[in-house]
């Protein structure tokens, strides 16, 4: 089924947190953890006008349907980003204001490569818009899992709220980025371009922002679990149907070796988050459980 970009269009908006009881966000608050990977999300979502950058070079700023996604885009994850200040700053963990100026400027000089490539490889071809589509239907992926993942382990029913709505926004960019990334790839060049950019330069989404170590965090904290693992499982073999990338499983790979490094740098830690996921998950009931399981289902229909 194609991409309707003129629903998309029609349809974008702020996410909502007007209707959030604020004051049970203030009264309940959030664990520390919690807090860490919601900044840690608030930090990536703040990244994305620089993503931009990158997205609207050469052939690819000259195509109507991606301007006018991205334009709508990166509103929302905007949004996104200040969406989880507001939460935080609810729940007693306000940003500090001069927390954008300290990320955007965080930039790897891996980062700063990837950039200039590119930016100027987008000049020579149209057919690297491929690459972008790839790439981005990648993390918009993972982005929408991680929100789910932590919706499903919160026991703050606002935040569980929020970080549906978000994830669902996430989904609906993830079907814009996979079905243009799918119609491109029949090209060979496309193809062949695509395939070495993830193959050599992918990296789970948010690598290098924020602070140190903080994708390792995220891994551990979500995904070092069998509903995580059946989460990351579930993403290589989506983008695994894309054309020519049947050999695909780079999220399990990736997202499973920043786990071990976490583990091996912080074992306590580690253990620390395993046992208290198992003790929240104890506490729910079969109606608790019916109402989340049927919220993330609203989600993935969205994609």
């Keep these: 089924m194609a991409f309707a970009i003129e629903k998309f269009l029609e349809l974008s908006k702020a996410v909502t947190t007007s209707d959030l009881d604020w004051s049970y966000v203030e009264k309940t608050g959030v664990t520390e953890d919690e807090a860490r990977a919601l900044r840690y999300m608030a930090d990536v979502e703040s990244h994305t006008i620089i993503y931009l950058r990158d997205l609207l070079a050469g052939h690819t700023s000259r195509d109507r349907e991606i301007t006018a996604f991205l334009s709508c885009w990166v509103y929302e994850e905007l949004n996104h980003g200040l969406a989880i200040d507001k939460f935080l700053t609810a729940a007693g963990y306000p940003p500090d204001k001069e927390r954008y100026q300290k990320i955007a400027g965080g930039f790897s000089w ?7 490539l590119t930016l100027n490889i987008a000049k020579l071809t149209p057919h690297f818009a491929a690459t972008h589509m790839s790439w981005g239907a990648l993390n918009e992926m993972m982005a929408a899992s991680a929100y789910t993942q932590l919706a499903y382990y919160t026991k703050n029913k606002e935040l569980s709220k929020l970080l549906l709505r978000i994830a669902k926004d ?16 029949t090209h060979p060049l496309a193809s062949k371009m695509a395939n070495i950019a993830m193959k050599r330069f992918w990296a789970p989404v948010g690598m290098g922002v924020g602070e140190d170590f903080g994708l390792q965090f995220i891994a551990a904290l979500l995904f070092d679990d069998e509903r995580g693992q059946q989460e990351l499982n579930h993403m290589d073999k989506m983008f695994a149907k894309l054309p020519t990338f049947g050999w695909f499983n780079r999220v399990t790979s990736s997202v499973n070796g920043a786990i071990q490094e976490f583990s091996k740098k912080e074992p306590e830690r580690a253990q620390q988050i395993k046992e208290r996921k198992q003790q929240n998950l104890k506490t729910r009931t079969d109606k608790q459980k019916a109402e989340w399981e049927a919220s993330a289902a609203a989600v993935d229909e969205a994609n």
């Design 110 to 116: 891996q980062e700063e490569i990837e950039a200039f």
């Design 170 to 185: 996430e989904r609906r960019h993830q079907s814009f980025y996979y079905h243009q990334a799918e119609k491109r790839l």
